[in-house]
C-alpha cells in the first residue's frame, strides 16, 4: 500500500515514486512473460490449425512440450508479478474485510492449477498464455490508477499549500492601526486582514479598503485575473498580484473556499 497519513508532502512522494518503480517492474516481467508464452504458443496453435484444415490431428508430444514451455513462463509473472493481488487478499483476510484482490487472487491461482493439472495429466486445455495476460491487463489497469492518484496527491499537495499559515491582523481604529501576525487557522469572522501584493488570501472575506487584481487559478484553473474592489467577496487561497488591500473576514480559515476543496 502507499498510504501515508500523517507525513509530509515529500516523504508521501518517496512513497508513491517507489511503489511506482515497483509496479513498473513487476508489469515489465507480466509482459515478457506473455510474450514469451505467445512466441511459444503460437507456432503450435498455427500448425494445429493447419492440421485441423487438412484433416489430421494434432500431435500431443508437441502440445506438452509447448505446455510446459509456457509454464516455465509463466512462473516469474505467477511469483512476482502477481504478488500485488495475492498480498492485498491475505490483509483483507486478516483484516475480515477482503476486496476486489480476492476474487482476483483466486481467478489466478484456479486459472494455474487447474492448467497444471490438465498438463500432467495430458487431457484438457492450458490457460498460462491467457494467465500471463491477465496479470499483465491487471497490473496495467493498477499503473494508471497509481498516475491517476500521485496526480491527485500532487493536486492536493498545491491545493495545501495555497492557503497562507499566517496572516496580518489589523489591530486599534480606523485613525491608529497596527498590524499582528497570527496563525491563518485563528481568524474570526468580522477581523480585519492585511492582504499585501503578492500573498495569498488566508480566508474568504469581502474587500473592505482598497482595489486589486486576484489570480483564482488555483481554485478555478482560470489563468485570466480578476479586478476586485470595495464589497467585492474573496474567497480563501485567491492570490493577491495588485496591490495592498484589507479584508474583512467572513468565514475563518479552517471554513474557506480552498480549504473545502482540500477536505
Not at 503578492?198 to 486576484?214: F, K, M, R, S
Amino acid at each position: 500500500g502507499v498510504a501515508c497519513w500523517p507525513c509530509t508532502g515529500a516523504h508521501r512522494g518517496e512513497r508513491f515514486e517507489r511503489a511506482r518503480r515497483t509496479l513498473l517492474r513487476q508489469l515489465g516481467v507480466a509482459g515478457l512473460s506473455t510474450l514469451q508464452v505467445a512466441m511459444v504458443a503460437l507456432p503450435a496453435w498455427l500448425a494445429r490449425v493447419a492440421d485441423d484444415d487438412a484433416g489430421g490431428g494434432a500431435e500431443r508430444g508437441t502440445d506438452g512440450t509447448v505446455g510446459w514451455a509456457g509454464l516455465l513462463f509463466t512462473l516469474p509473472s505467477l511469483l512476482y508479478s502477481a504478488r500485488p493481488f495475492f498480498g492485498g487478499a491475505w490483509r483483507g483476510l486478516r483484516s475480515g474485510a477482503p476486496g476486489i484482490d480476492l476474487p482476483l487472487a483466486l481467478a489466478i491461482g484456479a486459472a494455474f492449477v487447474g492448467s497444471c493439472a490438465a498438463l500432467l495429466s495430458g487431457a484438457g486445455e492450458v490457460y498460462f498464455g491467457s494467465l500471463a495476460l491477465f496479470i499483465f491487463l491487471l497490473l496495467g489497469s493498477r499503473y494508471l490508477e497509481l498516475a491517476a492518484r500521485i496526480d491527485a496527491a500532487s493536486a492536493l499537495e498545491r491545493l495545501q499549500q495555497g492557503l497562507p499559515q499566517t496572516a496580518l491582523r489589523l489591530r486599534g481604529d480606523a485613525l491608529a492601526r497596527d498590524t499582528e501576525v497570527v496563525p491563518a487557522a485563528a481568524l474570526q469572522a468580522g477581523d480585519l486582514v492585511l492582504v499585501q501584493a503578492g500573498q495569498a488570501v488566508p480566508a474568504d472575506g469581502i474587500i473592505h479598503e482598497g482595489d486589486t487584481v486576484l489570480d483564482l487559478s488555483l481554485l478555478s484553473g482560470e489563468s485570466r485575473t480578476r479586478v476586485r474592489g470595495p464589497g467585492d467577496t474573496l474567497p480563501g487561497g485567491a492570490l493577491n498580484v495588485g496591490q495592498a488591500i484589507v479584508l474583512r473576514v467572513v468565514a475563518g480559515a479552517g471554513d474557506s473556499t480552498l480549504a473545502l476543496l482540500v477536505r
